[in-house]
């Protein structure tokens, strides 16, 4: 759905390029014209309920765990689906609820925590859900952006005088934050040119989330997201695949309830 939205806006959006020619009659800039604003808080308002939507699948599995059987947490609000990225933080886990379950089920649980297979330095995909899922509940929207990779750029324009000889050079930007007033690149003519200059542009788009300070595609990273989680749930539900295994996991088969008041 989210990709089908900004599809829609990348080619019902009329962005065009206007050669302005400076005083020189030289040098022409290219500025961006947007007549229409890029509704990247509406596509921030998807993301974060999308990414709300994952972590709190998580979340009712980790409860039908606690609930599993004659199971009863003794503190039903501390029972969510932890996400671990140190073994002290696994250790809060399990003072808090998980040490209370099944102990085949501690073992999905914590074979999904990022502390036990991602590198320093490194970020798990649940990690990322887990802060996005903050972000957007507690702080702001998730932060999106539309940046152009590139441009497709033709035009035209004329010299001032016919029998003028110059070898026009043209300058682009890479990798702009795609706003109305935009100089995207600078094209230098040579010789004096004649007014008006006529261009037209197709721009290369992409849509952009922001995390821990870096820019990531936001359609590749929420699908990556979503089959993680989808994974994560796989193993939390029917166990951890093996080649060989000494017996059938138990499956969970329980109805799901929200913790009460």
């Given amino acids: 759905m989210l990709q089908s939205r900004f599809m829609e806006w990348h080619f ?11 005083d020189d009659r030289q040098t022409i800039d290219l500025v961006t014209r947007i007549p229409r604003g890029i509704p990247t808080q509406e596509w921030a308002l998807t993301i974060g309920d999308a990414v709300h939507n994952l972590r709190s699948a998580l979340d009712a599995v980790a409860w039908g765990m606690a609930n599993f059987g004659d199971s009863k947490p003794t503190e039903p609000r501390k029972v969510t689906f932890p996400i671990a990225e140190t073994p ?3 250790r809060n886990a399990l003072d808090a609820w998980v040490a209370d379950i099944d102990p085949e089920f501690q073992k999905r649980i914590k074979a999904l925590q990022p502390f036990t297979h991602v590198p320093e330095g490194g970020e798990a995909g649940l990690a990322m859900l887990h802060k996005l899922d903050i972000q957007d509940k507690h702080r702001d929207f998730v932060t999106v952006s539309v940046d152009s990779e590139g441009f497709d750029l033709s035009g035209a324009f004329s010299y001032e005088y016919d029998d003028v000889v110059a070898s026009p050079r043209l300058e682009m930007r ?9 100089t995207v690149g600078t094209l230098h003519a040579g010789a004096p040119v004649k007014a008006p200059v006529d261009f037209q542009l197709r721009p290369n788009l992409t849509m952009l989330i922001e995390h821990n300070g870096q820019k990531h595609a936001a359609l ?7 089959n993680l989680a989808r994974g994560a749930l796989d193993v ?18 329980v109805t799901l309830t929200p913790p009460e008041d």
């Avoid at 890479?174 to 935009?182: A, H, I, K």
């Avoid at 939390?236 to 088969?253: C, F, S």
């Fill in 220 to 226: 590749f990273i929420l699908s990556e997201i979503a």
């Fill in 12 to 22: 019902s959006v009329p962005i065009t390029i206007e050669g302005v020619l400076r």
């Fill in 174 to 182: 890479q990798d702009v934050r795609l706003v109305d007033g935009l």
């Fill in 88 to 90: 002290k933080q696994w």
């Fill in 236 to 253: 939390l539900m029917t166990g951890i695949a093996e080649e060989e295994r000494p017996g059938d996991w138990q499956d969970m088969d």
